[in-house]
């Protein structure tokens, strides 16, 4: 069974930055790809950003040259970095991770999600 273990959301001031990260119980570039997702109250969960094994990355428009998504694959990391944050970016963060199980069929995987709260 897959785990994913978000960390490092938080309260922050419009303009500021965190990091987000997401831990895997097991080698990252056995998944297909991962991102994050986010989901605001009373909304539908979004995709923010994905990248691929080969390292190939795709972001959603509203986070275009603000947010980056990087990985260590030595500790089985992936990251989130969020700059200049909006108020309108708050919402609970999701680490996503598409691969194949012990049965070879092809899974999505969640974390247990991280706030992120943005203050004006």
């Known amino acids: 069974q897959v785990q994913l273990v978000e960390s490092g959301g938080g309260l922050v001031q419009a303009g500021g930055s965190l990091r987000l990260s997401c831990a895997a119980s097991?080698?990252?570039?056995?998944?297909?790809?991962m991102g994050w997702y986010r989901q605001a109250q009373g909304k539908q969960r979004e995709l923010v950003t994905t990248?691929?094994?080969?390292?190939?990355?795709n972001s959603a428009d509203s986070v275009k040259g603000r947010f980056a998504v990087s990985r260590d694959t030595a500790k089985k990391t992936v990251h989130l970095q969020m700059n200049s944050l909006k108020p309108e970016d708050t919402a609970v963060y999701y680490c996503?991770?598409?691969?194949?199980?012990?049965?070879?069929?092809?899974?999505?995987?969640w974390g247990q999600g991280t706030q992120v709260t943005v203050s004006s």
């Open positions: 990248i691929t094994r080969d390292g190939s990355t």
């Open positions: 097991r080698n990252i570039l056995s998944f297909v790809s």
């Open positions: 996503n991770a598409n691969g194949f199980d012990s049965d070879y069929k092809l899974r999505n995987y």
